[in-house]
């Protein structure tokens, strides 16, 4: 089993900036990669932001060059550091992680962000 823990989401204004954090913990072991998504209400979840192997990176499209995706020393913790905030990237964040080749199916609770206008 695997359980996420996701935390530091509030209430900012737009322009501001907030860092997320998630820790993985249970069967890690053979995790190979980490990813944030998101979920706005009355919309699909969508990915906001991947890293593979620690290093390679990949970005959903409206939040390239404002968001960054980064692990910890620890390597079973993931961060997101989220610039320039939109009132569009208002939603509730969840991160996910790769064990092997395959994604799990295990969510966190998530972790709400609110951009004010």
């Known amino acids: 089993q695997v359980q996420l823990v996701e935390s530091g989401g509030g209430s900012v204004q737009a322009g501001g900036s907030l860092r997320l954090s998630c820790e993985a913990s249970?069967?890690?072991?053979?995790?190979?990669?980490m990813a944030w998504y998101r979920q706005a209400p009355g919309k699909q979840r969508e990915l906001v932001a991947a890293?593979?192997?620690?290093?390679?990176?990949s970005y959903g499209d409206s939040v390239k060059g404002r968001f960054t995706i980064s692990t910890g020393n620890a390597k079973n913790t993931v961060y997101l550091q989220m610039n320039s905030l939109k009132p569009e990237d208002t939603a509730v964040y969840y991160c996910?992680?790769?064990?092997?080749?395959?994604?799990?199916?295990?969510w966190g609770q998530g972790t709400q962000v609110t951009v004010s206008s």
């Open positions: 996910n992680i790769r064990i092997g080749s395959v994604w799990s199916s295990a």
């Open positions: 890293i593979i192997g620690g290093r390679v990176t």
């Open positions: 249970g069967r890690t072991q053979a995790m190979t990669g």
